[in-house]
C-alpha cells in the first residue's frame, strides 16, 4: 500500500503550520462516540462519519512528504447470504493518509452492524458496497479485505519486531506529550534500527476511554536515546487524541528530533467494539503485513 501525503507547501521540509484553538472542532459534538445509541436494523451508509485530517495537521510541523495508511481490522462482520442464512467474516480496510478525511470508529462500528440483516449475493458483493460507502466517506479509494472462510483461516500473532524499550529502568514525570524529551545519543553515530514499546496509552478525545496500543519506530540516522525515546512514548498517557493523530504527531517530533534519512513510526491499538486501528506513516512507502500482536 503506497500513499503519499503533501503538506501545504510541498517543497519545504520546515514548513511550520500554525497551532489552532479550535482543534476540539464542534464537528465532533455530532459524532455517535459518547452517547446513547440505537443499532441500526437496517443497512445504512450515512452512519459513517468523516472526520477532516487537515484540522489536527495545522497544529504539527509538517516534515514534507509522507507515505501511511490507517489499516482497521474487522472481527464482526456478519450479513445474510441470499437463503437467509447468516455469514461471519473477518475485514481489512486500508485508508490512505492522503485521504481528506478519516473515520469516526464508533460510526464505523454502527455501519458495519447496519449489514446483518441484510441479504447478499455473497462477499464479493459485500466487498464491493464497503469499498463504495468506505470511500466515498474517507474521500479516497479506500482497499478492503474480507474473508468469511473462517473455518480455514489463520492469521498470525505475534509481537511487534524490534528492540524493546519496556525494560528500561527510567523515571516519568511527564504525561502529556513532550517532544523536548527525545534525545540523540553522544557520538552522532548514524544507524538503522527498530525500536518497540508495548507502553503507548492515549485516549479519546472524546469519552476519554483508554486507547492501548503498541509502537514500532524504525529509522536510520543519528542514534536516539532509548531511555529519552521510551519517556516520550509514555508521555502520551494522560494525551487525547485519535488514534491516527497520535502516530503523525510521533512522526513530526521524531523527524523535528534527530534529522532522520528514513522514518517509519506505526501504532497498533488493541481491538474495541470488534476493530483495531493500525496506522503508519513513513519517508517510504512499505509493505505493512497482517499479522497482529498478542494483545490484539
Not at 483461516?153 to 524493546?164: D, H, I, K, M, V
Not at 552522532?188 to 525500536?195: A, Y
Request: aromatic share 10%.
Amino acid at each position: 500500500m503506497e500513499t503519499t501525503f503533501h503538506s501545504a507547501k510541498a517543497r519545504g521540509y520546515n514548513t511550520f503550520l500554525h497551532f489552532r484553538s479550535d482543534m476540539s472542532d464542534h464537528h465532533l459534538n455530532e459524532a455517535p462516540l459518547g452517547r446513547e445509541t440505537v443499532y441500526p436494523g437496517a443497512y445504512d451508509p450515512g452512519l459513517l462519519f468523516p472526520i477532516e485530517r487537515a484540522v489536527n495537521r495545522q497544529g504539527l510541523w509538517l516534515p514534507g512528504p509522507w507515505h501511511g495508511a490507517d489499516i482497521w481490522n474487522a472481527y464482526e462482520v456478519s450479513w445474510l447470504n441470499h437463503r437467509g442464512l447468516p455469514r461471519a467474516a473477518i475485514a481489512r480496510f486500508i485508508v490512505p493518509a492522503d485521504s481528506p478525511c478519516l473515520i469516526e470508529s464508533k460510526s464505523f462500528k454502527l455501519y458495519l452492524n447496519s449489514l446483518n440483516e441484510e441479504r447478499y449475493g455473497d462477499a464479493a458483493d459485500v466487498a464491493a458496497l464497503l469499498r463504495s460507502d468506505l470511500g466515498k466517506a474517507a474521500g479516497a479509494d479506500v482497499e478492503v479485505w474480507l474473508n468469511d472462510e473462517l473455518a480455514s483461516l489463520e492469521a498470525a500473532c505475534r509481537p511487534l519486531s524490534g528492540t524493546c524499550l519496556d525494560s528500561l529502568d527510567v523515571e516519568i514525570d511527564r504525561y502529556e506529550p513532550d517532544p523536548g524529551l527525545l534525545r540523540r545519543a553522544p557520538g552522532g553515530e548514524i544507524v538503522t534500527e527498530t525500536l518497540v514499546s508495548n507502553l503507548l496509552k492515549s485516549n479519546c478525545p472524546v469519552t476519554g476511554q483508554p486507547d492501548w496500543g503498541s509502537v514500532q519506530i524504525r529509522y536510520t540516522g543519528p542514534r536516539i536515546d532509548p531511555a529519552s525515546l521510551l519517556k516520550y512514548i509514555v508521555s502520551f498517557r494522560r494525551h487525547t487524541e485519535f488514534h491516527e493523530h497520535c502516530v503523525e504527531r510521533m512522526y513530526c517530533d521524531l523527524w523535528q528530533a534527530i534529522e532522520p534519512q528514513a522514518l517509519f513510526v506505526m501504532a497498533r491499538y488493541t481491538r474495541r467494539g470488534g476493530l483495531d486501528i493500525n496506522p503508519w506513516r513513513g519517508s517510504h512507502a512499505v509493505q505493512v503485513g497482517d499479522e497482529r500482536t498478542p494483545r490484539q
